[in-house]
């Protein structure tokens, strides 16, 4: 597929979309969004494919948040239509492992979008914050709920009404990122993180999404429920024999992701 305002690639089992509008720092206007929602969509179902790996093309952002020019021109039941939290939605459900590698600006929408994944990593020059109370709106992409969930009300609450930008050290001091390294360290420490993961199940590792995911919106008792049945399904899986068998006979485990 070809497109437009992004960059699509795959190096090794990494799959890779890079926001490719550096002449705007990368903002997420309606054809963008299109177009990772996707690239998502056909990462998700390549099996040659383990972890989704979101950035930015250029040196100064990640995503600078929404294109202002296209907010603009919203009205009132513009915010009820999926847009741009539909497609964080997507990303946050996707049954692969995606790591935000955050190499500059990560405002606004772009915040919204690297909170969306399972993990964060950023470099030294990367700044993150949601300003969007300066435009006298809210963060509505998902920030307010997924921001608190990360760090906390207070540090939420704090960031959101101040619209204060943190720098990558701060963010890891909070929590909201995983690690915060040099800047020329970023895609070393992103591929480190994958390779990682890569090693595990995908089976196991779609699931633990789930159980995380679900737990979280819902109470203690079901939550655990949720871990038990998820529990289940891997216990008759080929993976879970695959894993054991492994382990005992002190070898690589070869997952086949059922």
């Known amino acids: 597929m070809i497109y437009k305002n992004i960059l699509v690639e ?7 979309i890079k926001i490719n509008r550096p002449e705007v720092r990368n903002a997420l206007d309606n054809q963008t969004l299109t177009e990772i929602s996707q690239a998502l969509e056909t990462l998700e179902i390549d099996d040659g494919v383990g972890v989704i790996v979101f950035t930015g093309n250029g040196e100064k952002s ?7 020019s ?4 919203k009205q009132s039941l513009d915010a009820l239509i999926p847009g741009m939290s539909g497609v964080y939605r997507r990303i946050e459900n996707c049954n692969k492992a995606t790591i935000a590698a955050i190499n500059g600006f990560a405002l606004g929408g772009g915040c919204e979008l690297a909170m969306a994944c399972d ?3 950023a470099a030294y020059r ?4 949601l300003p969007e109370l300066n ?3 809210i963060p509505g992409a998902g920030g307010t709920q997924r921001l608190a969930r990360i760090v906390g009300k207070g540090r939420a609450l704090d960031m959101i009404l101040t619209g204060e930008m943190l720098s990558a050290k701060q963010a890891e001091e909070i929590g909201l ?9 970023l895609w070393q420490a992103v591929k480190d993180k994958a390779g990682k993961i890569l090693a595990k199940g995908p089976l196991a590792i779609k699931m633990a999404k789930l159980v995380i995911n679900r737990g979280l919106d819902t109470d203690m008792e079901s939550a655990l429920i949720i871990e038990k049945l998820a529990q289940a399904v891997l216990f008759g899986s080929h993976d879970k024999n695959e894993g054991a068998q492994a382990f005992l006979e002190k070898r ?3 997952f086949i992701g059922k």
């Open 10 to 16: 795959q190096v090794e089992r990494m799959g890779i």
């Open 177 to 185: 990122i995983s690690r915060a390294v040099p800047s020329d360290e």
């Open 135 to 137: 435009l006298s709106i």
């Open 70 to 73: 296209q907010l603009r021109e």
């Open 62 to 68: 990640f995503a600078a948040g929404a294109d202002i």
């Open 119 to 121: 993990i964060r990593i």
């Open 126 to 129: 990367a700044k993150l914050g």
């Open 252 to 254: 690589k485990a070869s």
